[in-house]
């Protein structure tokens, strides 16, 4: 990890180690039964260490560069480890093991906590060779969406999603231990729009990975935000990464298409347009899965992955939002997310491309 050339005012940090006892308040509620007391907090300047439990000064410290250069998750999994070695010496009272010793493994192993002694936190699923197969005849199946031909295209586009299902359902019924992981997608927002919210329920129903809105402090702003994790196995991961992308680009692209066909010069109807496209390619999609179901290929869901998303958030909320559905500007954009086909090749930000799936791991 490389130091930041950005600097943070005296009150940026203050309200950023404010930050950092808020989310260990949360892990020792949420992982500890609240076990633990309030300990000390503190920035340090290595960028050798990204954090440390100092046991005679019942201090955590995190390192300030890793504040500054890396998103708010990665400091919540750095906390999540220092957390652990906090329980370990002052509950657990086990101090003649090495640190990175059996007491701590376990306890982290059983919270699903990175138990790594050095690095970046990384999560624990891998591609193996079987599944960078299914991606690349993925990829190539996206590629042929691209056909001007709209039943061709169509066509292609419901074989990529048949394949995922059948791989999906050939490691479920193995039973074999599979790996799992999370992502944070998107940049963190202070408002999580009805089309976001759209978003979230077609990758979670239709991309077999499991998906939550999770807190986090925006380091440079000063104020809380909100990010959208995805858990799953690393091929659903990368596809509902590719999957948000893509969607989130789309619907923009036809919100401009839309509003210059219809000569609109302001952006009252944007939320609501967009809304109408995330509903209407869902619809699209559930029509679809009826006809994979007539196959016989049903999704029923992944306790493993289940499981591992319990270990992650033990305690989740479900919240109720009411939508802008029956406005004409919804209206349009549902029949316009109708007619998306997920294909290869979508409009990225100035200056870059997006490749297919990432970079294989």
């Given at each position: ?57 019942r201090t955590i410290e995190i390192s ?198 219809a000569g609109l010069r302001g952006n ?94």
């Amino acid at each position: 990890m490389t130091t930041p050339t950005v600097q943070l005012d005296v009150e940026l940090e203050q309200l950023a180690l404010r930050a950092v006892r808020n989310a260990w308040f949360e892990i020792n509620g949420s992982y500890f039964a609240h076990a633990l007391r309030p300990p000390a907090f503190a920035l340090s300047d290595t960028v050798v260490r990204l954090g440390r439990w100092v046991s005679g000064e019942r201090t955590i410290e995190i390192s300030r560069p890793l504040l500054l250069a890396q998103p708010w998750g990665v400091v919540v999994e750095v906390l999540k480890h220092e957390v652990a070695h906090q329980f370990v010496d002052e509950v657990l009272q086990v101090r003649d093991d090495a640190a990175h010793g059996a007491a701590f493994r376990r306890v982290s192993s059983e919270r699903g906590f990175d138990a790594r002694a050095a690095g970046m936190p990384a999560p624990p699923g891998a591609r193996d060779a079987a599944t960078e197969r299914v991606l690349e005849r993925v990829a190539k199946l996206l590629a042929l969406a691209g056909s001007p031909n709209e039943h061709e295209a169509q066509a292609a586009m419901n074989a990529a999603q048949r394949l995922m299902l059948k791989h999906n359902l050939e490691r479920v019924r193995s039973g074999a231990r599979r790996g799992f992981e999370f992502k944070h997608l998107g940049d963190p927002t202070g408002r999580v729009g009805e089309a976001a919210r759209l978003l979230v329920s077609i990758l979670g129903e239709f991309f077999f990975v499991e998906v939550i809105w999770v807190p986090v402090w925006r380091v440079l702003e000063g104020q809380r935000g909100t990010v959208l994790e995805v858990c799953g196995t690393p091929e659903n991961v990368a596809l509902a990464d590719y999957v948000h992308h893509f969607l989130t680009h789309t619907s923009e692209r036809l919100w401009r298409e839309h509003k210059r066909a219809a000569g609109l010069r302001g952006n009252t109807d944007r939320r609501a347009y967009l809304a109408g496209v995330m509903a209407g390619f869902r619809e699209k999609l559930d029509d679809e899965r009826r006809g994979k179901q007539a196959e016989g290929l049903v999704w029923v869901g992944d306790p493993q992955l289940e499981g591992f998303f319990r270990t992650r958030h033990p305690r989740t909320r479900v919240r109720r939002h009411t939508g802008s559905a029956g406005t004409p500007a919804h209206a349009d954009g549902r029949a316009a997310g109708r007619e998306i086909v997920l294909r290869r090749g979508i409009e990225a930000a100035p200056g870059g491309q997006r490749g297919l799936l990432g970079p294989k791991r």
